[in-house]
């Protein structure tokens, strides 16, 4: 089992289901020893929904850590990134719907290299994936222990060297 999908849940709305999904993974191989589930686990699911929410939904004056790729690609969300991310899941006969979210959303580019563990994909997320990270450690010491574990496994993987984290 690899961490993406692990992640990719961390990285979603949570919900009770995503919590026991997490917990299950988390005493798999390749995710024992990730805290992420544990920490996200000692906080009551209204807190963790309200933190997801101030972070990646929507925060006044602006939107703290969006999980987008062309927002870190473009300064837009729905950008050129979007569309290119949509045509590299359609490339390997994936469909993408998730909730009117854009095909650049983290969660759903992490699912995608838990299903396909695409070495070129996986390239092309850690051009920008550290600035998403870094945004995250910055606003939140609840979601930011994730974003550490998250750096650190991808810094693990394929072409780590072409990828250094922001900060």
Request: proline share 5%; net charge negative.
């Amino acid at each position: 089992m690899n961490p993406y999908r692990y992640f990719s849940l961390i990285f979603s709305y949570p919900t009770e289901e995503n919590r026991r999904e997490l917990g299950k993974l988390s005493m798999t191989e390749g995710v024992a020893g990730l805290h992420s589930a544990e920490i996200l686990g000692a906080v009551t699911l209204e807190e963790l929904q309200a933190e997801y929410t101030r972070l990646y939904i929507s925060a006044y004056p602006t939107l703290l850590c969006p999980p987008y790729e062309s927002y870190y690609r473009e300064g837009i969300v729905y950008g050129n990134s979007s569309v290119e991310v949509g045509e590299w899941y359609q490339k390997r006969g994936l469909d993408f719907t998730c909730e009117g979210e854009p095909a650049d959303v983290v969660k759903a580019e992490l699912e995608f290299l838990a299903i396909t563990n695409d070495g070129p994909f996986l390239k092309r997320m850690k051009e920008w994936i550290f600035k998403f990270t870094q945004n995250v450690k910055l606003n939140s010491t609840l979601y930011g222990p994730c974003a550490d574990e998250l750096e650190a496994y991808l810094m693990q993987q394929q072409g780590a060297e072409t990828a250094v984290p922001v900060g």
